[in-house]
């Protein structure tokens, strides 16, 4: 499956924006939809899942309670995020894999990443 992620932007400190994820089929039930971002000069790090079969969320203590993963409909992914910080600032990747993991290199799919900068 091909994935491609849209709807970062700029946006101020204590902003919202949802970003969506879009696949080029409709996502299997086995599969899991995971968020990982990367800042500029940092490793690749885990932001969320959610496991389409069972909607199981997990989610990165750094955004725990302000952002939501959700489906939008068979082939598309949500993450939600609200109370924005700059240290948010990062270029946001969506995947898919089969194993709820928060490790990168367990996801197959890839999509290119949006990218998102919070001001202060």
């Known amino acids: 499956v091909q994935l491609q992620a849209s709807g970062g932007g700029l946006v101020q400190t204590g902003g919202s924006l949802r970003l969506s994820c879009a696949a080029s089929?409709?996502?299997?039930?086995?599969?899991?939809m995971g968020w990982f971002r990367q800042a500029p000069g940092k490793e690749r790090e885990f932001v969320g899942f959610?496991?389409?079969?069972?909607?199981?969320t997990n989610y990165a203590d750094s955004v725990k309670g302000r952002v939501t993963i959700s489906k939008a409909n068979a082939d598309t992914v949500y993450l939600q995020m609200s109370s924005l910080k700059p240290e948010d600032t990062a270029v946001y990747y969506c995947?898919?894999?089969?194993?709820?993991?928060?490790?990168?290199?367990?996801?197959?799919?890839w999509g290119k990443g949006t990218l998102v900068t919070v001001s202060s």
């Open positions: 995947a898919a894999g089969v194993h709820a993991s928060t490790t990168a290199r367990d996801f197959t799919n």
């Open positions: 959610l496991r389409w079969n069972t909607g199981r």
């Open positions: 089929r409709r996502i299997y039930s086995s599969y899991v």
